[in-house]
């Protein structure tokens, strides 16, 4: 039988960091890709994607008692698209106060490194150039809770490669069994 593996797609897709989100998800099946049935468009079925080895490539990892510089992570968030602000509210937001920096991720690995998140902020606490601690942030009140040994961060834009070796099309990594209903057969004709 056909386990569901998508959201319904419709018109061009799923937002970026929803797409990204899926392509990790199905990649990271303990014993490889499911079988599943997702309706789309063909427009939505053809978008390119990053490469999965191409996000844990250029993903950021941090994790507690890990020595980085504080500045470099920034540097690394305003490569991969993120904006600075005075506190996050949005997935792709970061706002950074003394040995602070609160990141507001559309995509992350969870600790385990084994599945995929859904958005999340955290605060990355330094101790001069180390990590001390890195805890989920609650958005209303903006105070942290949960503690996370590490977290991987995936640029979702950003960080410059040539489209034929940073991307392929989404229907390249679904698997072989999926079954694909396609929506607006006019349109097909005209793609």
């Known amino acids: 039988p056909f386990i569901a593996i998508a959201r319904h797609l419709g018109g061009l897709g799923l937002s970026a960091p929803e797409r990204l989100r899926l392509v990790l998800e199905l990649s990271q099946s303990a014993s490889g890709p499911r079988s599943g049935m997702i309706s789309t468009s063909v427009q939505a079925l053809n978008q390119p994607i990053p490469k999965v080895d191409t ?107 040539s489209i034929a070796q940073a991307t392929e099309l989404f229907i390249n990594v679904l698997p072989p069994e999926t079954i694909v209903v396609l929506e607006e057969p006019t349109q097909i004709a005209e793609v």
């Open 55 to 161: 996000l844990r490539q250029r993903g950021l990892e941090l994790a507690a008692g890990k020595t980085l510089d504080p500045q470099d992570i920034i540097t690394w968030l305003v490569e991969a698209g993120f904006e600075r602000t005075d506190s996050v509210d949005y997935p792709g937001q970061f706002a950074h106060r003394g040995g602070i920096l609160d990141i507001f991720a559309p995509v992350s690995l969870a600790s385990t490194g084994s599945s995929v998140s859904e958005p999340q902020a955290v605060r990355v606490e330094f101790f001069g150039d180390q990590i001390e601690s890195i805890r989920l942030i609650d958005l209303d009140t903006q105070r942290s809770g949960e503690a996370l040994k590490q977290i991987t961060l995936v640029a979702a834009v950003g960080q410059s490669l």
